[in-house]
């Protein structure tokens, strides 16, 4: 629909001699006192109203927006652009593939199946540390990489020539929020409409949690289920609430001895603590022009983790240095600046701003920080970090043991290396120290930090422990440019920091695995053994299924930890070795001080290497050009494919939709507690042969060594299903004391432990529907589609809770699973549910009369008869939800408008 312009806010804006159309926000009475981030929102409803889905109604409540309301309002978001990685893209473009199939079954063209926002993916979550601390680490793991991921690879090339509007960047480039921020993102876009060029604020989702990194670029993006984002390639908005804003004052600079990532730890337990689940955050004040744009970005980056939707910055000159350093073009700077003055998006920190809740951080107050041992929110200042550790130790390690008579569960391990490395291993060795991760690799003032504490170590004579697995996996080239330029990499490489590849590596679980004969040392000891990491999550069993215990940190403090060994540490007072005339050396002494971090960075980065970084950026290596890429319209499935396999998402569709029914005579499949992630539903990770997903690849002739991660399995459903609730960290409370993907199976006899999936399996045969019972913030962290999809194709019906994490609850509806939640204050322990119960749910086929009903009723009947009965409510939030939820899912809604149109 063309748009309808109520408002009268189309106009020109003229820069350089060049004629923009643009909305302008002042047509509007109540813009000039909005939040940035809900001024460009503001303009996203007044360039798509069409007096149907979006109209002058719309546009006033957004523009009337009662900062002090509960969100109630939804509107319609269209964001400009698409941004993916390849775990969560590659069934984004499997989808696409299929419903090509699916509108051609039911006589349409599939070449109406596109992108209609220009999508963009970075390929970033597939290269494993498995080679490490040597010079050719990064070319082998590359190897390898290809390798295991050829046929992905290989149907990603393809999407790239089928699709209009679909652009990839190859292995190798970066990670993929360090792409968007050093290239990808426009801050203002610019495209032909009807003839006429058009400029708007850049926004986006994207297929990734930390999406919200590009917000410290002044660009309104988040964090979406691949489901949400195939819907928005699709040309479909995103539905919303008008959310409350928490306006955040940042004033003071960091002091000596702090960094970036101690700043956003700090705010991160901050945020957490106040509660901003499903609101915007906003920077703003004198101090916000202080804030170097690597750390807004980094700042921006852990946006999930305090639980907002975005952490918006605003565009200022910060903005525009940043631009040009990047290598962005003048003419793109010149119209940010001007567009953004024009709308009055440009930060000016003198006026007032509307926003629903304050904060206010210092940051002369912020401390050196760790995070951990399982929570990014959980952080622990440096100077407490040994005795924290301690308290921390007596959950991970098997009872009270002190053999080394040292205050704590010890235990002594003699190891012996293959190379004649011989040490003693005890619980809380530090068995990976990685620079990892999007949050600091983009960051010089903590890279380069590290660089220089990494020199002034080996200068002192220090080295890394000889059981700890130590990398670098920077966010682009750029970083090894001026690791370069500066001189600094010879002294990582000494301490065994070596560069292992461009991309997410530990941070999502790609670590590789730990050297055999650690590796069996733990296992066989039961060592609680540690992982620290500069990334963005530590959730449980997510590093390496070796560890137990995780921590967070900056560049810096990753490269002393591994100096130190182990968590059992305290800098202040114990000694991280000697120089050569045998000085104690501290942690204090190797420290760079902040004004030669500053100095290097003058030094040692510049445009040139920003644009020689991203010179012909989706052209690829000769690796990806010398892969064979198949032709044609619609894709080619090979029947022996064990990583892209066509989806049954459309078998047996109809062009209508079948009627809702009610759930009857429903079967518990897990009983979960308090802050289930989608990291414990989503398969993530490495799998063992003896788990379904491996007796499947198994059974299809794949060898154990070429498994590969489930991340890398995305593309075929048979294998993700089969990894769903089998996280090795997950508690079913059908089951007492056991951890994994295991339930109880009621189809037979006494009802046995099973396997989640065989059990599902069974239960889809009898022909029993299922349903899954949770307790509060149910699916949050990373914005993982197949913790959805994967719960739909167990068979799964509801998910009732407590409470929910917003994008899990809206995939679960994309999926065509209904969300519930317990009355308010009750939970299942509470009405005395424990999972044994059959359960049907009353009242959904009101959807089928065009009604969302606020509560359906739940009963509960035990083995003896005895019913517990309860009116849950309905986490159906919008009326586009409903209609997604009545045709069994968004892409079943999306595929039914484009075979009727």
């Not at 949050?439 to 080295?463: C, Y």
């Not at 997510?542 to 990753?558: E, F, H, Q, T, W």
Request: with cysteine; hydrophobic share 40%; net charge negative.
């Amino acid at each position: 629909m063309s748009n309808v312009d109520s408002f009268g806010a189309k106009g020109v804006l003229n820069v350089e001699g060049k004629d923009y159309e643009i909305f302008r926000l002042n047509a509007v009475e109540g813009a000039e006192s909005l939040p940035y981030s809900l001024k460009v929102l503001l303009e996203n409803l007044l360039r798509t109203e069409d007096g149907a889905n979006i109209t002058a109604d719309h546009v006033r409540a957004l523009a009337g927006w009662d900062k002090d309301a509960q969100p109630s309002t939804e509107i319609q978001f269209t964001p400009a652009r698409v941004i993916m990685q390849d775990f969560t893209g590659v069934p984004c473009i499997v989808d696409l593939a299929t419903m090509r199939e699916a509108v051609q079954e039911l006589g349409g063209d599939p070449k109406r199946v596109n992108p209609l926002a220009p999508a963009e993916m970075v390929i970033d979550h597939s290269v494993q540390i498995d080679a490490f601390g040597n010079a050719g680490a990064l070319e082998r793991n590359m190897e390898i990489e290809y390798e295991r991921n050829g046929e992905r690879y290989q149907f990603l090339r393809w999407g790239q020539t089928a699709f209009d509007d679909f652009k990839v960047v190859p292995p190798g480039t970066g990670i993929v929020h360090q792409v968007n921020i050093e290239y990808l993102a426009r801050t203002v876009m610019t495209r032909e409409v009807d003839g006429v060029l058009r400029a708007y604020p850049d926004t986006c989702v994207g297929t990734d949690s930390h999406t919200t990194m590009v917000n410290g670029l002044g660009v309104l993006g988040w964090g979406v289920g691949g489901i949400e984002a195939e819907a928005a390639m699709l040309g479909q908005p995103v539905s919303m609430l008008i959310p409350r804003v928490v306006g955040f004052k940042l004033s003071g600079s960091i002091p000596a001895g702090a960094t970036a990532t101690d700043v956003v730890l700090t705010i991160t337990e901050m945020l957490r603590k106040h509660g901003v689940v499903g609101k915007f955050v906003e920077f703003y004040g004198e101090g916000v022009a202080e804030v170097p744009l690597a750390n807004r970005a980094t700042i921006g980056n852990m946006s999930p983790e305090f639980g907002s939707t975005a952490a918006m910055f605003p565009i200022d000159d910060v903005t525009l240095d940043y631009l040009r350093l990047t290598g962005r073009s003048e003419e793109n700077v010149a119209l940010v600046e001007a567009y953004a003055k024009e709308q009055g998006l440009w930060h000016d920190p003198s006026r007032e701003l509307r926003f629903s809740e304050f904060l206010e951080l210092d940051l002369s107050t912020v401390v050196p920080s760790i995070s951990g041992p399982k929570r990014p929110q959980d952080r622990i200042q440096l100077t407490d970090a040994k005795e924290q550790f301690r308290k921390d130790i007596h959950n991970y390690a098997a009872g009270e043991a002190d053999e080394l008579g040292i205050g704590r569960p010890s235990k002594a391990v003699d190891v012996e290396m293959e190379d004649g490395r011989e040490f003693t291993l005890d619980h809380g060795l530090v068995s990976i120290a990685s620079i990892t991760s999007c949050t600091n690799t983009s960051n010089p003032s903590v890279m380069l930090a590290a660089a220089l504490l990494a020199r002034n170590a080996a200068e002192k004579g220090l080295t890394s422990k000889p059981w700890v697995k130590t990398s670098v996996a920077p966010g682009s080239k750029v970083v090894t440019d001026y690791y370069e330029k500066s001189g600094l990499t010879p002294y990582l490489e000494k301490l065994g920091f070596y560069i292992v590849g461009y991309g997410c590596a530990t941070c999502i679980g790609n670590s590789g695995p730990l050297e055999a004969e650690i590796s069996e040392a733990i296992q066989a000891n039961d060592l609680a053994a540690t992982a620290v990491l500069s990334g963005n999550r530590n959730f449980e069993g997510r590093i390496n299924p070796d560890v137990k215990m995780n921590y967070l940190a900056s560049p810096p403090l990753v490269i002393a930890y591994a100096l130190a060994g182990t968590m059992d540490f305290d800098f202040e007072t114990d000694a991280l070795g000697q120089d050569a005339d045998g000085n104690d050396v501290f942690l204090r002494d190797i420290w760079p001080s902040p004004t030669e971090v500053e100095d290097v960075i003058g030094r040692s980065i510049d445009k040139e290497m920003f644009a020689k970084g991203y010179e012909g950026v989706f052209d690829g290596d000769e690796r990806w050009k010398s892969l064979e890429t198949p032709t044609g319209a619609t894709f080619e499935w090979a029947d022996d494919s064990t990583y892209v396999r066509k989806p049954p998402y459309f078998e047996g569709m109809q062009a209508q939709p079948e009627a809702v029914e009610d759930i009857q005579g429903a079967r518990v499949l897990l009983k979960l507690g308090d802050s289930v992630t989608t990291d414990h539903i989503s398969p993530a990770g490495s799998f063992k042969s003896d788990t379904p997903a491996g007796q499947y690849l198994l059974a299809n002739g794949v060898d154990r060594k070429d498994f590969n991660s489930y991340g890398s399995r995305r593309g075929n459903h048979e294998v993700m299903i089969r990894g769903t609730f089998a996280n090795i960290r997950i508690k079913n409370q059908l089951l007492d004391g056991v951890e994994g993907g295991f339930t109880r199976d009621f189809t037979q006899e006494g009802a046995p432990q099973a396997y989640v999936y065989d059990a599902a399996e069974n239960y889809r045969e009898a022909g029993t529907p299922l349903v899954v019972l949770g307790g509060k913030e149910y699916g949050s962290g990373s914005s993982r589609d197949w913790a959805a999809k994967g719960t739909a194709l167990l068979g799964v019906k509801a998910v009732i809770t407590e409470s929910f994490e917003r994008i899990h609850r809206s995939n679960l509806i994309g999926m065509g699973v209904l969300p519930l939640q317990f009355p308010s204050g009750e939970s299942a322990d509470s009405l005395g549910l424990d999972g044994t119960e059959t359960f049907d749910v009353a009242g959904i086929t009101a959807l089928n009369e065009g009604q969302t009903p606020k509560t359906v009723h739940v009963t509960a009947t035990k083995a003896d008869g005895a019913k517990v009965e309860f009116d849950a409510d309905v986490r159906i939030d919008t009326p586009g939800e409903a209609d997604y939820y009545r045709n069994g899912g968004i892409l079943q809604y999306v595929l039914r408008q484009i075979s009727a149109s």
